[in-house]
């Protein structure tokens, strides 16, 4: 079992720059992919990004490819986003989700377990 909590969203204006955190809890951190998701109002849930167990691979939508990256603290037991040239189109409820999928379920939130409550990122035109 792994409870997931996300923090760090906010407003930020386009073109600037924000740092989301997920923390797990349990003993179980490395045995689990960890990736992110956002879902804008009226829209469907979509991948952003995602790391592996041992944190030497990593995923991303083309959407926020070479503007965003991931990584993952051992000893904290946190994932992180960091959001660079955000753009309006980023608006969205950020959630942090952990599970063991094959790669090519990656992108797929059912390919994930748990799931975190979220956290609102708001870019302002």
């Known amino acids: 079992q792994v409870q997931l909590v996300e923090s760090g969203g906010g407003l930020v204006q386009t073109g600037g720059s924000l740092r989301i955190s997920c923390a797990a809890s349990g003993r179980t951190f490395n045995s689990y992919t960890l990736g992110w998701f956002r879902q804008a109002p009226g829209k469907e849930r979509e991948f952003v990004a995602a790391i592996s167990r041992n944190g030497d691979s990593t995923h991303f939508a083309d959407s926020v490819k070479d503007r965003f990256t991931i990584s993952r603290d051992y000893a904290k037991n946190t994932v992180y986003l960091q959001m660079n040239s955000l753009k309006p189109a980023d608006t969205a409820t950020y959630y942090c989700?952990?599970?063991?999928?094959?790669?090519?379920?990656?992108?797929?939130?059912?390919?994930?377990?748990?799931w975190g409550q979220g956290t609102q990122v708001t870019v302002s035109s």
């Open positions: 989700a952990a599970g063991a999928p094959p790669i090519w379920q990656i992108g797929k939130d059912y390919g994930y377990n748990y």
